[in-house]
């Protein structure tokens, strides 16, 4: 679904830097901004560090003139506003309108107001929602990098998410008979040490079995705890 993000008069280039990389993170690369304080504020060096490699989000950005410019094509507004106002588009958390906006065939903006001011009240009109962020009652200021952030993740996790990469390789699993060989040495280490009696074993193994059982045990892990009965063994035998 197509997806434009709006930023309103922004004043600071760090943050035009911060929501090109916010946008990257998330899969998306449409970022139209309408009367910046810096006209060459995608050139800035500051804009560029904190983009933090998101340089073709900003090589494909617009700066236009006016709202009207950077709402070319789009059929579903969202603006973002904090302040309650007595008119207007209903308000919504994100999870809850994005949800449903998924489901439809939308051209989607987000409008982002300056950091100072937020969006002027005739341009949340023009919007069919107003999307606010909950946050904590007693303090609900967000940086307007971070909301976007927050409304970039939102909406891709709405329109199906990316898979969670794997920081580790899957460790291979001990089999049942790694496992038996394992409890093998250790049923022979602990009555090395006296703490299990042959002739009268009690439930101590079993008890054991199924322990190891819950730990779902890797075969690295077998290779410690026959490290761990050897070394009881020899210890053991030590001291004879």
Known sequence: MRTRFILIETSHAGNVGAAARALKVM????LVLVRPRWPNVLRKDETIQRASGANDVLARARVVDT??????????????????????????????????????????????????????????????????IPTAPDFGSLNLGSAIQVIAYEWRQA??????????????????????????????????????????????????????????LQQEEIHILRGVAKAMTEAARGKR
């Not at 904090?82 to 008119?87: A, I, N, S, V």
């Open 27 to 30: 899969g998306f690369d449409e």
């Open 159 to 216: 329109l199906g998410g990316f898979p969670v990469q794997a920081a580790t390789q899957p460790a291979d699993k001990a089999d049942a008979q790694q496992v038996a060989g394992m409890l093998g040495h250790w049923e022979q280490a602990l009555t090395d040490i006296g703490f299990l009696d042959p002739a009268s074993p009690k439930k101590l193994m079993p008890r054991l079995n199924q322990l190891f059982n819950r730990a779902d």
């Open 67 to 132: 709202l009207d410019e950077a709402l070319d094509g789009v059929t579903h507004l969202c603006a973002t506003a904090m302040t309650p106002r007595d008119f207007g588009p209903p308000t919504r958390s994100p999870r809850q309108h994005l949800t449903e906006l998924a489901r439809g065939d939308h051209s989607v903006a987000f409008l982002f107001g300056s950091e100072r001011f937020g969006m002027k009240n005739e341009d949340v009109y023009r919007c069919h929602v107003a999307l606010s």
